[in-house]
């Protein structure tokens, strides 16, 4: 709300007060419906918007919301939201997230500058890890808790796989049946102890309840289904008592008494995020940064591709400069010269991040000499300085396809299931040392020159002298990462040339479209280097 008051630009207003909730079980409704509350009666604190201009969705994979509760239940809650102005989008799944919003199974896309998704929990790494029995990733157990085929092992809560003694059926990993659970494992663990007998979970189900805002709620309790601000209160109720103390109780019953008589007031709680490491996602064509915007960021690639472009006066068309692949990092001259971004940087392909904040990123600077030279190297070749003292050449190669510097590919490609055997021999027919490694589709998956073989020796090296068996009878997709840097047929000499100096590469792998991977053929940067002596001799 605070970005949205202070931006100039409606489009990026709107996107500011865009809230996207992915999931609509219990958690997903609930937070849906306070957004919408809580942003909407907050516009009365800001000029530049109004509650019209707030937009709340909540997308959902089946036909109605709430499948936990009554049909009519369900209706009720759908109605009411919509109402309010909650956009619900039924039988509709989201299948990647980015900077931007949310992408659609149905092709759309839904920007918004908030994502919040409820969709499933995942089990603790440490119970993969367990050699326990396990089904759907859950540790199996007897009715009374302890693990099959342990005597002094228990488990509890979303982990476990429980039968319920009441129903015969497998437990709802839910809040009610947890506590239930971890309160009859404590006394049956006492029972042990005593040398009693243990007892079976038996729990009958409560009831559900739901918020959905405004007052509004849902619930079922003991197979009385109630709605509306009278479910609303027996939320609150529910909740209410299960705080510890009478003292509690009493401080939060006048809390929420004074928000029901007075409008809310507004807290903000701040967090660093220039201390933390976050993943981020972007699809092809999608802007990580554009040129002018404040550095934040120090981004690595972790999969895919980018391409740096610039805008010059007095065109104002992004010219590509250079090309960055996996392992490749990014903006950190702008974070180190505490200035806006000189450049663009746009996804080529899907492409997935590890981004760290500014104040990490300038701990880890100060204190790691080697990240630091890493760096340091980096800005020299990125520093523009090479183009500035050679701006005709910069202007020949931007005007320069690339198509007539090929070399041919070889007869014979490799395959990533190539072995090592088949990589030597090959390489030592070739008459460059260079060699592109397709896919079972025949696209690009990796490069081969004779330099990689020190790569394939180190990590032979690493491999177990037991498990290391024939070395030539080894994959190539075993000993190389794949994931390499190309450029496309319809890219210039002077993207080609600028990633072969940013990446100390000596040549480039030219493929059909940026799109299409299938190579078409071999950049050496020395065709290049000739074709630049050539015309400066002119």
Not at 48 to 61: A, C, E, G, P, Y
Not at 182 to 206: C, H, I, M, S, W
């Amino acid at each position: 709300m605070e970005q949205a008051e202070a931006s100039s630009d409606p489009d990026r207003r709107r996107w500011h007060l865009s809230f996207i909730v992915v999931g609509a079980g219990f958690s997903g409704t609930e937070v849906a419906g306070e957004i919408n509350e809580l942003v909407c009666s907050s516009t009365r604190f800001y000029r530049n918007f109004r509650k019209d201009d707030i937009t709340v969705t909540l997308v959902h994979s089946q036909d109605q919301i709430l499948p936990e509760v009554a049909p009519a239940l369900r209706e009720f809650a759908r109605k009411k939201m919509e109402k309010a102005g909650i956009t619900i989008l039924l039988n509709t799944r989201a299948v990647a997230a980015t900077h931007e919003g949310v992408e659609l199974n149905n092709g759309r896309m839904l920007t918004g500058a908030t994502i919040v998704c409820t969709i499933g929990t995942a089990m603790s790494h440490l119970v993969q890890y367990l050699d326990v029995p396990k089904e759907h990733g859950r540790i199996r157990t007897a009715p009374e808790m302890r693990i099959e085929g342990q005597t002094n092992a228990w488990a509890v809560g979303d982990c476990a796989l429980i039968v319920n003694a009441f129903d015969n059926k497998p437990s709802a990993t839910t809040g009610q049946f947890a506590e239930r659970q971890g309160r009859q494992a404590a006394l049956n663990l006492v029972r042990v102890l005593k040398g009693e007998p243990t007892q079976p979970f038996r729990f009958k189900v409560l009831g559900q309840l739901c918020s959905i805002g405004g007052y509004q709620a849902v619930a079922e309790m003991l197979g009385v289904r109630v709605s509306g601000i009278l479910a609303w209160f027996l939320w609150r109720g529910v909740y209410l008592f299960k705080l510890p103390t009478w003292s509690r109780r009493t401080k939060v019953t006048l809390d929420w008494a004074w928000d029901v008589v007075f409008p809310r007031d507004l807290g903000f709680l701040n967090t660093d995020a220039a201390q933390q490491i976050n993943h981020a996602y972007y699809r092809l064509g999608d802007f990580i940064h554009r040129q002018g915007d404040l550095a934040r960021v120090f981004s690595v690639i972790e999969e895919g591709e980018v391409e740096i472009l610039q805008t010059t006066e007095p065109n104002p068309e992004r010219k590509v400069l250079a090309v960055l692949g996996k392992g490749d990092f990014f903006g950190e001259a702008a974070l180190l010269g505490n200035r806006p971004h000189e450049t663009s940087v746009r996804a080529r392909t899907a492409v997935r991040l590890r981004q760290a904040g500014s104040a990490l990123f300038f701990q880890i600077a100060g204190t790691f000499t080697p990240f630091r030279e890493v760096l340091a190297g980096a800005i020299i070749r990125r520093s523009g300085d090479f183009w500035n003292r050679l701006p005709d050449v910069k202007r020949l190669l931007d005007r320069e396809p690339i198509a007539p510097l090929l070399d041919p590919l070889p007869a014979e490609l490799l395959s990533k299931d190539a072995t090592v055997a088949d990589a030597i021999k090959a390489l030592n027919q070739s008459p460059t040392g260079e060699l592109p490694v397709l896919d079972e589709t025949r696209h690009l998956w990796g490069t081969l020159d004779r330099n990689d073989l020190h790569q394939i020796v180190a990590r032979i090296a690493v491999i177990p002298a037991d498990k290391r068996g024939d070395i030539r009878q080894r994959k190539l997709s075993e000993l190389l990462p794949g994931a390499p840097l190309y450029v496309a047929l319809e890219d210039s000499a002077l993207v080609a040339y600028a990633t072969m100096l940013d990446h100390e590469l000596s040549w480039l792998p030219v493929v059909q479209g940026k799109s299409d991977s299938r190579p078409v053929g071999c950049l050496r940067q020395e065709k290049i280097s000739n074709l630049i002596i050539e015309k400066m001799g002119q």
